[in-house]
């Protein structure tokens, strides 16, 4: 038995059986220990950033951890944009980034880097294996350390390391954390917070506070004493529509956010972080409450958030039989119809949502108007990119069709964004899986467009259009698709657009539709 083999074994043992991977020489010994374990389901991408923004997907789906494996330090380099969105979505995840043999690192060779260095702004925890005994001790460290709070760990495995001999460990499992408990003298804090501020507090979900029976618990607290819910500005996960409790996203305009959060005296945290601006501006302020606004704490990523949102009612002398405000109707938008416009496509996506759906946004601005209509949609999940580096939409929506195979998935993907991870719909047809990618053809980066008019410059030049826009030559989504294996076609107006996705929808696998707006 050598030490790819024991990581294989303290994997499968602590239930992380999905290894999204693009190898290299180093990693054969540990790619060969994975071909003798078939209860591992081995996914390739065929970019780094497909693979890492896959166990981001997977993770928010599942509240479990994927392996990623990665070819040492450039390999990782790849994926650590999306590595970047998976920390602040605040997921489980195991990278094991295979490096030289211990004894080669001296030579320098040409793949030789700092690995540890790389690893860490992206990782909350980072260790390199110390040899084939150490292996079975370094991977249940970090299934642990990925699960306590949830969190990137990166595990290096040199490859001598790998391919080495090793004593069977006595003890393959992990420890499972539990999550902690919410302070009691912070939940009876927020209490008599939220009393004197009646009618100017609010409630900021994240996480599983986020979830459709916390958010009915916060929803019981909001009836009672007119508390405001709000979710994040970039929302890791949500469960939306009908029948559930509605939020109301903060903005990403700084001067709409200011405005939402403007009467709110008191903004309680359950599972979030404040607020701030995305950027900074000239003239505009960092924090989006106000000065005077109180911040508090309920409860923090890692603690037990539903059981602290219970506390905080009971604390407040709310009733559980408390009646609670949920979406019940379809508005009267009606069906959109000629040229398609980036609002028809949201209309027309919330009002065909089917039951259950998945949902991955990263329309960026063209997308904006989804996520107040879908909150009379079928019942779904919502996700979107996090941290604000651009190439996750792809490469999530495959963990999230990976982690739950019987549902459907959609893409809201910007066009300029989807090009930074394309790769990923050849994974989607090599994996067959049930993805539905509605790419926002506006030939732009729009909301680039829209920062330049926020730092003042209102007229742009031929310089300045020439990096902003992507309209010459235009890119042809339905020929890169198909290219790839994803069967695709185009849609210029909103009868055509509907015709594609209702094809789409009552169909199983990999669908791309471009729409030309």
Same mark, same amino acid.
């Given at each position: 038995m050598n030490g790819a083999d024991i990581l294989c074994d303290v994997l499968l043992a602590n239930d992380v059986n999905i290894c999204l991977a693009n190898p290299g020489t180093s990693e054969m010994h540990? =790619?060969?220990?994975?071909?003798?374990? *078939? @209860?591992?389901r081995c996914v390739l991408g065929l970019f780094e950033g497909v693979v890492t923004g896959a166990a981001d997907g997977y993770a928010r789906m599942t509240n479990r951890p994927a392996a990623t494996l990665l070819h040492t330090g450039p390999g990782l380099a790849n994926g650590l944009a999306n590595l970047h969105n998976a920390r602040r979505a605040r997921v489980p995840m195991i990278n094991?980034?295979? @490096?030289?043999? $211990?004894?080669?690192?001296?030579? @320098?060779?040409?793949?030789?880097?700092?690995?540890? $260095?790389?690893?860490?702004?992206? $990782? #909350?925890?980072?260790? /390199?294996?110390?040899?084939?005994?150490?292996?079975?001790?370094?991977?249940?460290a970090a299934i642990h350390a990925s699960l306590s709070p949830p969190g990137i760990t990166t595990l290096i495995l040199p490859a001598d390391a790998a391919w080495g001999e090793a004593r069977r460990p006595s003890s393959v499992a992990s420890d /499972?954390?539990? *999550?902690? =408990?919410? #302070? +009691?003298?912070?939940? +009876?804090?927020?209490?008599d917070a939220i009393r004197k501020a009646r009618g100017r507090a609010g409630i900021l979900v994240r996480g599983l506070a986020a979830s459709a029976d916390s958010l009915e618990i916060a929803g019981q607290i909001s009836a009672a004493l007119e508390v405001r819910l709000f979710s994040e500005v970039q929302v890791a996960h949500m469960q939306r529509g009908r029948g559930r409790v509605a939020t109301t996203r903060i903005p990403y305009p700084i001067d709409a956010a200011l405005e939402t959060l403007a009467d709110i005296d008191v903004l309680v945290l359950v599972g979030a972080? &404040?607020?701030?601006?995305?950027?900074?501006? *000239?003239?505009?302020?960092?924090?989006? =409450?106000? &000065?005077?606004?109180?911040?508090?704490?309920?409860?923090?990523?890692?603690?037990?958030?539903?059981t602290a949102l219970e506390e905080l009612r009971d604390e407040l002398g709310i009733k559980s039989s408390q009646p609670v405000p949920l979406v019940k109707t379809i508005s009267g938008e009606g069906r959109p119809s000629g040229p398609l416009t980036e609002d028809a496509i949201a209309v027309i996506v919330a009002q065909k949502l089917p039951d259950n759906a998945i949902v991955c946004d990263e329309g960026i601005t063209s997308a904006r108007r989804f996520y107040s209509l879908s909150e009379q949609s079928a *019942?779904?999940?919502?996700?979107? #990119?996090?941290?604000?580096?651009?190439g996750i939409g792809i490469p999530l929506s495959i963990g999230a069709a990976i982690a739950c195979p019987d549902r459907k998935v959609l893409n809201l993907q910007a066009d300029g964004s989807g090009m930074y991870t394309i790769q990923g719909l050849w994974t989607q047809t090599r994996e067959n899986l049930d993805i539905i990618t509605i790419v926002f053809a506006n030939r732009t980066y729009a909301v680039l467009h829209g920062e330049m008019r926020n730092v003042g410059v209102q007229t742009i030049g031929e310089n300045a259009r020439r990096m902003l826009d992507i309209d010459n030559p235009s890119l042809d989504w339905v020929s890169m698709a198909k290219g790839m294996g994803v069967d695709a076609a185009r849609a210029h107006t909103c009868e055509e657009f509907t015709r594609l996705l209702d094809n789409a929808l009552s169909r199983h696998g990999p669908f791309l539709i471009e729409a030309v707006i």
């Open positions: 540990f =790619v060969a220990a994975l071909d003798r374990r *078939p @209860d591992m094991v980034v295979g @490096d030289h043999a $211990s004894y080669h690192l001296p030579f @320098d060779a040409p793949l030789t880097s700092d690995i540890e $260095s790389l690893a860490a702004p992206m $990782s #909350n925890w980072v260790r /390199r294996i110390e040899g084939p005994d150490d292996v079975a001790t370094a991977t249940k /499972r954390p539990q *999550p902690a =408990v919410a #302070n +009691r003298a912070a939940i +009876r804090g927020v209490a972080t &404040e607020p701030v601006a995305f950027f900074a501006y *000239p003239g505009k302020p960092g924090r989006l =409450v106000h &000065e005077g606004c109180q911040v508090l704490t309920l409860a923090d990523h890692g603690e037990d958030l539903k *019942p779904h999940d919502f996700m979107m #990119n996090t941290g604000g580096a651009i």
